[in-house]
């Protein structure tokens, strides 16, 4: 079986959409798994071509506060964060060049794009998961991102 990429991504945007918590599959080239909304298990040692949480990587979650978050406003505990569901390259814009997707003070509608998350040569589009106001960007262009990582934060309508 060899890698197809854009089958592998077409693969993962399924299982994303799907009510699965871990998907697994083998091969003598390799080996996948994804597990959503869990933290792996200290024993675990699988071998792995996708990034997967470790006990020292939370699980992304809408509440959690971002560590980089220096702001003191009252209304910051109702903020929503964005996550990066992989491991990759933070993107701000669509091209080197061009005007970032979102500015801070910006108003994005869920499912706009607000970012790109470059993983394995594959560029993971990441969009905003409710409509509001973005109050935080919390990765620089070009930045190196972990699993569950907060990029930014955005005030709901």
Known sequence: MSIDFKEIRELLNAISQADVAEFSLKSEQFELTVRKGVAATPTEAPVQSTPQPTPSQPAPSATTPSEETTTSDSDETEWHNVISPIVGTFYEAPSPGESPFVKVGDHVEAHQIVGI?????????????VSGQVMEINVKNGEPVEY???LMRIKPD
Do not use: F, H, L, S
Request: hydrophobic residues 45%; without cysteine; charged residues 30%.
């Open 117 to 129: 998350v470059e993983a394995m040569k594959i560029m993971n589009e990441i969009e905003a998961d």
């Open 148 to 150: 569950g990582q907060t």
